[in-house]
């Protein structure tokens, strides 16, 4: 570790829950992949007193996005059949994400898409889309909230 504390990605997982207590799959040869990134709705709330002549906003819903992960991919294995079913059912399932030495972070969710590639040369790969319908469980907390 780092004297900031900071530390490689390597070793941060995804796993997939179905069922209300969740069954959890976790997702083999994931490779570089980004959290989820929510991003806020703007609505513009400009009025006639609005100063200046500027326009002014407020934050609106927040559309958690998806999450894209790469994967190896293996034809028929379980992990394959099990994203193939669940991209064709569009179950909602849980995602549960976690950085390497961090805490779970859990969405809801379902398989937007799943590709598949099989080049003639260089390993066969796989790219799953999931979208982020909200987060059940791992929210930060204002550490300043109720001081």
């Known amino acids: 570790m780092s004297a900031t504390g900071v530390t490689i990605g390597y070793g941060a997982t995804i796993r997939i829950g179905r069922g209300a207590v969740p069954a ?69 399932v849980q995602v549960e994400v976690t950085a390497a030495g961090g805490d779970p972070e859990i969405y809801a969710g379902f398989v937007r898409s799943y590709g598949r590639t099989a080049p003639v040369q260089g390993k066969s790969a796989a790219t799953l889309v999931l979208r982020i319908n909200g987060i059940v469980s791992g929210e930060a907390v204002d550490p300043v909230a109720g001081a």
């Open 24 to 92: 959890w799959t976790p997702l083999v040869g994931v490779g570089d992949f980004d959290f989820p990134a929510g991003e806020n709705d703007e609505v513009e709330v400009t009025s006639h007193t609005s100063p200046n002549r500027t326009k002014e906003y407020v934050a609106g819903m927040i559309d958690n996005g998806t999450i894209s992960v790469p994967l190896d991919y293996v034809p028929e294995s379980d992990q394959d059949i099990l994203l193939r079913v669940l991209r064709q059912t569009g179950e909602l």
